[in-house]
C-alpha cells in the first residue's frame, strides 16, 4: 500500500475528509484517516466516506 494509501488519503482531504489523530475517539479505526493506520490501509471509515461523497461534485480550483 504504501505510497497509494497516502494518495487516497491526500486525496479525501480535497473532498473534506478529516483526520482522526491520537486522542481523536475514532483515531484505532482501521481507516486511512487514522494516523495509526494512514499507510497500512486504504479503507476509507463511513464518515469520511460520507464527507467524500457529499463533496465529490464541488470544484477544486
Known amino acids: 500500500m504504501g505510497d497509494d494509501a497516502l494518495f487516497v488519503h491526500e486525496m479525501g ?3 473534506g475528509a478529516v483526520d482522526y489523530p491520537p486522542g481523536n475517539p475514532l483515531y484505532d479505526l482501521d481507516t486511512t484517516y487514522s ?3 494512514d499507510t497500512r490501509t486504504d ?4 464518515a469520511n ?3 467524500i461523497m457529499k ?3 464541488r470544484l477544486l480550483w
Open 13 to 15: 482531504h480535497l473532498f
Open 49 to 51: 466516506r460520507a464527507r
Open 55 to 57: 463533496n465529490k461534485y
Open 35 to 37: 494516523y495509526k493506520y
Open 43 to 46: 479503507a476509507i471509515d463511513p
